[in-house]
């Protein structure tokens, strides 16, 4: 467990220091940082440019939520007509583009469009809608360490130069103090579902390609920052989508990934996708193992705004899973109780859902290929993950993963992995 940066519970700009007491110590031990607020400019980048170059160095990603600078027209006619598409997003961005570029000072402007191509900052808009108007206003954010560590904050503050000029004042919460927890998770859950577009009153745009383009042709020169090997190319999680790619167009099989390439993260971005897409509304998650179990409930609740129920050891949530008329995940022991799961499952969900048998090749068990045969292949969507999806001398384990589940659909090895020197560490969840 990493120590937790020496930072104030309370601070306001007339007596302290935001950026050295809070974002610099902050920046400097954060893997991940989310951000919610209503406006930003570059000029936060200046003032903050120590913390964001020890982020980067860190491999740091950052995820800001923000308001597009609309005209008082533009915002009429979102609210009368609902229609707002990245076409005109991206005629507004133009026009804010252009007035950075002409305002900020040279190095800054580079330093912010290094940070977006290399991924470590990504931006998406958000733009207030149904029984909402105005604008994205909020102001609170989460630094992470990596681990199970997280500083929440909120307050009044922009992130702009005027932010840190005028009196503003923040308030600090952290996981190092258990009356804290709740607060800083109901931040994380909050910040997840805005990102995930799942906030009936918000309407969430990614930055136009366009655009983007754009902003990667203002480098004029060297990053002001230092990469590590692991994240000086572009395509670093390209087989990701690659294998996301394959399966939603193939529906069924195996992703065959090593160890601390992504497998989790691949599923949640699957599991993501199909729900905007509107082609699933359940996902059944399944493995052996406590530890296991209890990782993907963590993944899912950080990664995602799905209500997570649990059935596993002392958690019977199944029936509390299956009458929520919400998108919804259900974790369940395969030892325990898959067979049970599957069997008030089987008609219920099979044409809206999604199930994931994580460590696949323990499907391919004796006690499973007697209990479980046909019972699993019914169900629309059917993905396995495992780094090494072979059972050794069980040429009957593998054909009925094989009925059940489909052929291997992706493969990319430890020695792929390697070759495009993307990892530095293995880990059960790379993202």
């Known amino acids: 467990m990493s120590e937790f940066p020496d930072v104030p519970y309370v601070i306001n700009t007339s007596e302290g220091d935001v950026v050295k007491e809070i974002y610099e110590p902050c920046l400097s031990w954060a893997k991940r940082y989310d951000r919610g607020v209503g406006y930003f400019t570059s000029g936060w980048l200046k003032e903050n440019a120590k913390g964001m170059s020890r982020f980067a160095e860190n491999n740091g990603k950052a995820r800001w939520i923000t308001s597009p600078i609309l005209e008082e027209r533009d915002l009429e006619a979102i609210m009368k007509n609902d229609v707002f598409n990245n076409q005109k997003l991206e005629e507004i961005l133009v026009l804010s583009l252009n007035e950075i570029e002409h305002e900020l000072e040279r190095n800054t402007l580079n330093a912010l469009a290094w940070l977006i191509y290399d991924g470590i900052i990504e931006f998406k808009f958000a733009i207030p809608m149904n029984k909402l108007s105005g604008d994205f206003h909020d102001k609170f954010g989460i630094f992470y360490d990596g681990l199970e ?14 932010g840190f000029t005028n009196y503003e004042s923040i308030r600090i919460f952290t996981t190092e103090h258990e009356v804290m927890e709740s607060y800083v998770e109901y931040e994380v859950n909050r910040f997840n579902k805005i990102w995930n577009d799942a906030d009936l009153n918000l309407k969430i745009y990614d930055i136009p390609t366009a655009i983007k383009e754009k902003i990667f042709k203002l480098r004029k020169s060297e990053r002001p920052y230092t990469l590590t090997p692991s994240i000086c190319k572009k395509d670093k999680w390209e087989h990701q989508k690659n294998a996301e790619d394959i399966f939603v167009d193939k529906k069924t099989g195996i992703l065959a990934m090593a160890t601390g390439t992504g497998k989790t993260r691949t ?165």
Request: proline share 1%.
């Open 149 to 162: 560590n997280k500083i929440a904050f909120s307050g009044s503050i922009n992130d702009s130069t005027k």
């Open 267 to 431: 599923a949640i971005n699957i599991i993501t996708r199909l729900i905007k897409e509107n082609e699933i509304k359940k996902i059944i998650i399944t493995v052996s193992g406590t530890d296991l179990l209890d990782q993907w409930c963590k993944e899912i609740r950080k990664n995602t705004s799905l209500k997570v129920y649990r059935y596993y050891e002392s958690n019977k949530e199944l029936a509390n899973f299956l009458y929520d008329p919400n998108s919804a995940v259900l974790i369940v022991s395969r030892s325990s109780f898959l067979v049970d799961t599957l069997k008030f499952t089987k008609k219920k969900l099979k044409d809206n859902s999604l199930i994931i048998f994580d460590e696949v090749h323990g499907l391919g068990a004796e006690q499973f290929v007697n209990s479980l045969g046909g019972k699993i292949s019914g169900f629309k969507y059917r993905l396995g993950l495992s780094a090494t999806p072979e059972r050794d001398y069980d040429e009957e384990g593998n054909i009925f993963i094989k009925e059940e589940i489909g052929d291997v659909i992706y493969e990319f090895s430890l020695e792929d992995a390697i070759k495009k020197r993307d990892f530095v560490r293995i880990r059960l969840y790379s993202a």
